[in-house]
């Protein structure tokens, strides 16, 4: 919305200075002594010349990348509106100055709109990180004002696993999940990577978004545009968000989990919900399990449980393709998943 009206703003401000510099231009031929025909005709000209400028702009504009016309976007509304402010202020001097003459007329105006735009480029280099700071803290506010639940950021990384739609879904996740725009654009360069793997995953994971933004997910969705720290990190970006939000974080990445840990910021790790809901194995308790790999060590081999956990079982190398009883010997539980210790304890019957 804000780029739209700096958009209108800046051609309607081209299309005024056009009009003006037609009709001071006109104003000093005819003082000349040159007679001047069709004078509506040419001062339209001098609007119509505004606007192929503005809009001359507007297309080179259009090239710029969005990090750098975020920047530029606070200095660009600073400047119309001293330049509106400059040319109002101007006219209105002159309204009391009728007789005088057109060439110091020029030269005032002229002058208020060259200075009046000075400050305007001097305020919107040097304090539109004050302005964007600004903005930023009334959309934190009027988010946290429309929900009394906690927020809830969105990684990447859950998007392209899925599993939060389930989750969402069943219930268990309520409130407003926060897609930051820099996330979104990440899963937009993920899903047109030349790699097959990375497309499938980026397009899934905008299928999952697509989907948590239906009717039928008893969670909102809101997309912010807050962007900290143009050349920061993705994660460290989520950080900065969670603590200017005062919300948690959705993520699978074990880095992003710790780092937010060290930060005091919330991080629900789906890896850890899937492992808390899987059945518990203990030492010495036998198994039926199927031999699919080799181990590392030399007499290892590797299997795994209908939830993907992995089992490593001592003596078994020989049974490779065949289903065998073993007898656990220890569990290794992290954030990363679950990994079984076992031994052989014979084939199955």
């Not at 702009?57 to 750098?68: P, Y």
Request: aromatic share 8%.
């Amino acid at each position: 919305m804000i780029v739209k009206i700096v958009r209108v703003l800046f051609v309607a401000a081209c299309i005024i200075l056009g009009l003006t510099w037609a009709r001071l231009i006109l104003g000093n031929l005819e003082e000349a002594g040159q007679v001047i025909q069709n004078r509506l005709m040419w001062t339209c000209l001098g609007g119509f010349a505004g606007a192929l400028i503005s809009g001359a702009v507007l297309i080179l504009l259009f090239f710029v990348t969005q990090e750098m016309y975020e920047r530029v976007a606070p200095s660009v509304v600073a400047v119309v509106l001293a330049l509106i402010a400059g040319y109002s202020v101007s006219r209105y001097m002159l309204f009391w100055l009728p007789d005088l003459e057109v060439t110091y007329q020029l030269f005032i105006s002229v002058t208020i709109v060259l200075v009046f735009g000075y400050i305007g480029i001097y305020l919107g280099l040097t304090r539109a990180s004050n302005w964007t700071a600004l903005v930023s803290a009334v959309r934190t506010r009027n988010i946290q004002s429309s929900t009394s639940v906690s927020l809830k950021l969105v990684d990447t990384s859950v998007l392209i696993d899925g599993r939060i739609a389930d989750i969402c879904l069943s219930g268990f996740i309520e409130g407003t999940l926060l897609i930051p725009r820099f996330v979104l654009k990440e899963l937009q360069n993920i899903a047109d990577s030349s790699d097959i793997i990375r497309r499938a995953k980026g397009r899934r994971g905008l299928d999952i978004l697509k989907a948590l933004q239906e009717s039928a997910y008893p969670v909102g969705v809101s997309i912010i545009e807050d962007n900290p720290g143009n050349s920061r990190e993705v994660d460290e970006k989520l950080v900065l968000l969670a603590k200017q939000y005062n919300a948690r974080i959705f993520t699978t990445d074990f880095n992003l989990n710790k780092v937010a840990q060290i930060e005091g910021v919330v991080v629900m790790n789906i890896n850890d919900l899937a492992n808390a809901l899987k059945p518990a194995v203990l030492p010495d308790e036998t198994m039926e399990i199927k031999l699919i790999k080799e181990g590392k060590e030399p007499t290892q081999a590797v299997g795994y449980l209908d939830d993907g956990t992995m089992v490593v079982v001592d003596n078994g190398r020989g049974y490779l393709g065949r289903s065998v009883q073993v007898l656990v010997t220890s569990v290794l539980q992290t954030s990363a998943g679950r990994m079984i210790f076992a031994r052989f304890n014979g084939l199955s019957k």
